[in-house]
């Protein structure tokens, strides 16, 4: 199941669906014209299109919007605040290319910034699929809710494993709480479970947790993970200020909670422009240089322990 | 212009064709867009403005902005002939020992500004011309925007900016390939009667052939078309142009060619029989 055959399947099957794009159509090349009327391509506008959006959705319409990430949660940002969010419609906005996604397309292009922002807009729920299969399964609920929804498009093949179903507000403890636990979203699921895995041969036991949802965040499992492990790592293709590592601290806060957190994200800067698996290495981000980076995080934390 | 100059224009326009064509592999480019506005590149750069490898920094060069950036291609293939950047620096598209990517940077010489997100530079060029014009400088100050980015509102803004402040230093240059990233500009958000809307806007317009170095002179050598305004350059253009294969080709926007395909290609740009593609056509933006 891909995502263009999910979406198309539901919008299909009720008349209060529409799909839009502001000319990115390259994930949804496949079902243009089998969606007919209810696609509307409004051309490269993003402010455009959140505000025709939000008029359709006060008709009673579903939107689905679908543009770069960069640009949607950006360039439209304060329509998606005003219009969408204020208005608490029920507007589903499909950000393409977040992340190390954007590949060699250059800062421009860049939205590693998207959690941070989309998360400040009270009504606005976010949803960051680890791979195809659980962006097409989280599907149907995250359109039938009446919340706006932000979804971090993620179009990668599943990593081979044992899942466990989606729910709004629950993340997917992937592996028990170890020496160490890994928090992560998105695509870089991928690799942090390679990572996972090596810690684990290496003699570091490794938990690994897939948020899914960021907002609502299950805090139930960040303070589970912060209580039961003597390191958290967060791994995420976002700065460090606003994503799942400002989340993890401002929980652990509120929660009262004190557990040695590492950030392994962009701290201040944009990443170097190359192809995914040439940004993932050049950066750190790929499975083994991840495990290296956590294995020095834990041993450096184990040294400083008195005694 | 005289037959020689023609000769010398057409002769570096399809070294830069075929320096853009061998970007389009290891990971590709934005190749439709990039041969789209090559002539015009060419020409700018040649016979228009007052930029060259030694007075990058002096300001009171002239400028050129690319807004629509992901025909940046094009910039490098002119800039390694004009002396900007090295030639072997082009090899380096894509990979992590240089800056030479999908939108322009400035670590790359002669990019006066960044650019990818579409609808940025008009604006940023009308300040700067503003700037040249309160300083009292002669400097000219070219934007070339293509006409699916026209979609955004922020370039109708800055129009209304230019035109109130009289900037007759500032001339927009629309690479009009009549295509949007994946179909036909009037098939999906009509731009026609784009000169009459630029008007309406209180710019002074031409409208040329982007392909004929001959037309473009004539036309920039009238610059500004009207005192008091700037000016626009509608330029009509083929995406693709230069190779029959992907010319015209919804499809062949972005593409990764593979390593037989460039060399087809290329042999294609130069006379030879048409490249017969078989690699994957991506639609993406």
Known sequence: ?307 | MNHETMQHLQAMAIRVRESIIRMATNGGCFIGASLSCTDLVVYLYTRFLNVNKDNLEDPQRDYLFLSKGHDVPALYGTFAEIGILEKDRLRNHLTARDDLYLHPNRNVPGIEFHAGSLGHLLSVATGVALDCRLRGQGNRVVVITGDGELDEGSNWEACLIAAAQKLDNLVIVVDRNAFQANVETEALIPLEPLGDKFEAFGAGVRRVDGHDFAGMDAAFSAVPFCGGKPSVVIADTVRGRGVPSIERRADRWFCDFTADEVEALVRELHGEAGAELTSETLIVR
């Not at chain 1, 948020?211 to 965040?217: C, D, G, N, Q, W």
């Open chain 1, 1 to 307: 199941m891909t995502y263009q055959h999910k979406l198309k399947e539901i919008v299909l099957s009720d008349p209060k669906y529409l799909v839009m794009t502001a000319e990115n159509r390259g994930p949804l090349r496949n079902i243009i014209d089998d969606l007919g009327s209810r696609f509307l391509d409004v051309g490269i506008m993003e402010q455009g299109m959140i505000g025709t959006a939000a008029g359709l959705a006060l008709r009673g319409r579903v939107p689905i919007v679908h543009s770069l990430s960069c640009f949607l949660t950006m360039r439209a940002f304060e329509f998606v605040r005003t219009d969408v969010g204020l208005g608490k419609l029920p507007v589903k906005m499909t950000g393409t290319l977040a992340g190390f996604l954007s590949e060699a397309n250059g800062p421009t292009h860049q939205s590693i910034e998207d959690i941070g922002l989309m998360r400040m807009i009270p009504n606005v729920n976010i949803f960051c699929p680890a791979d195809e299969l659980e962006l097409c399964e989280a599907l149907p609920i995250i359109l039938e809710s009446p919340q706006p929804w932000y979804i971090r498009f993620n179009p990668r093949r599943p990593v081979e494993r044992a899942t466990v179903a989606f729910a709004v507000g629950q993340a997917e403890v992937v592996r028990k709480p170890g020496e160490v636990t890994i928090l992560t979203y998105g695509a870089l699921f991928e690799q942090a479970y390679a990572a996972a895995l090596r810690l684990e041969r290496n003699g570091i036991s490794t938990g690994l947790i897939n948020m899914r949802t960021l907002k609502p965040v299950d805090e139930c499992a960040v303070v589970a993970a912060a209580k039961e492990s003597g390191l958290l790592v967060i791994v995420e293709d976002h700065l460090s200020t606003g994503g799942l590592y400002s989340i993890v601290c401002e929980t652990l806060v509120a929660q009262n909670c004190c557990c040695p957190v590492v950030s392994l994200s962009l701290n201040q800067r944009w990443f170097k422009p190359l192809l995914y698996h040439d940004v993932l290495d050049f950066e750190g981000f790929s499975g083994e240089k991840l495990a290296e980076r956590i294995a020095a995080a834990w041993e450096g934390l184990a040294s400083q322990e008195p005694g």
